[in-house]
């Protein structure tokens, strides 16, 4: 079964490639992570999945978008504090262009290494999923 998987980093990214394949599954990494700043960051971010899923041999596919796109999403947000709207409103941004993604190109389905982050709300996640 082909699943597409929301990478937000390579940490995040390798024990849940892993544990698809050993499940049977043939994951595909998806970077889709304007929210990341400052843009070292993200370029950071992604040179490390870039480079993990090269020697892995893992396929990954990436989707820039300025991070204008996300600020704006997040508008009027600013001063929610970390976990509050602003997160759910970035969580649904990069899932809805996974589920796009996923469904213009033929997987069986997808989802997300946000939910193993000790820092990210799993049932929020799960609901907008």
Not at 70 to 88: D, F, I, S, T
Not at 89 to 103: D, G, H, P, Q, S
Request: aromatic fraction near 10%; hydrophobic fraction near 35%; proline fraction near 5%.
């Amino acid at each position: 079964m082909n699943i597409l998987v929301h990478a937000c980093c390579a940490p995040c990214a390798a024990y849940c490639l892993e544990k698809l394949v050993n499940d049977g599954y043939k994951p595909t990494a998806y970077f889709y992570n304007p929210n990341i700043h400052p843009v070292e960051e993200h370029n950071r971010r992604l040179a490390e999945l870039k480079r993990f899923t090269g020697e892995a041999g893992y396929s990954l596919i990436v989707k820039e978008d300025s991070p204008e796109a996300w600020q704006q999403a997040v508008k009027e947000l600013e001063n929610e504090p970390e976990g509050g709207k602003r997160c759910a409103v970035c969580f649904e941004m990069r899932l809805e262009k996974a589920t796009i993604y996923a469904k213009e190109n033929g997987f069986d389905t997808f989802t997300t290494v946000l939910t193993i982050s000790p820092h990210k709300n799993s049932r929020t996640i799960h609901d907008i999923g």
